[in-house]
């Protein structure tokens, strides 16, 4: 490079006498632009803002991810279920009565009113134990169960039972975790 003030013979020279190509690039200022996040200006940058270390514990407080809304439906049919059986002391409630069929399988949660109807989905009335015998078997003959149910529950019990599961009801998070709460602690 040509040093301005004295040339390589040792004297010194004219500014005129500088190289123009020398003039035409002057050493660049650095500006500081500032660091940019997404494209907007947050602050003053003096180098690249640390990378954290793969070690060091994080800073953002993790959200804890709620359960599905059908695995708390699955927890609640179990827990209201559970309910069900242990209050009919795993008798089978057609049975008791039902004199053609004799009572086989486990011992499961019977609904007089099938259980896609959720205004009685989680009824004490609708529900009891029965036998995984006699709940396959309600599904094509249902007389049995409704029989039993008028013997021990009477007509108006069942004409109330008609009513309610005409009404249409939406299961919100909240409702099935107040059954799994309620039903958890119901004795
Ligand atoms: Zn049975």
Known sequence: MIDSKISKVGGYIESHLIPEVVL????PIKIDKGYRRNGILVGKSYGKPKKRSPTAPS????RKKLPSIKSLKAKADL??????????RNVCFIGKSDGRYKCKGAIQ????FKRGKMSLRYSEINCHAICSHHNYL??????????AFLKSYGEDQYQWL???SKEIKQ????DYEEIIKHYENKK
């Open 59 to 62: 800073k953002r407080v993790k």
């Open 79 to 88: 827990t209201f279920s559970k309910w069900i059986r242990n209050r009919d």
């Open 162 to 164: 008609m009513e309610k």
């Open 171 to 174: 299961m919100k998070r909240f």
């Open 138 to 147: 309600d599904n094509y003959e249902p007389q049995h169960y409704i029989s």
């Open 24 to 27: 035409a690039f002057p050493k």
């Open 109 to 112: 949660c019977g609904h007089l």
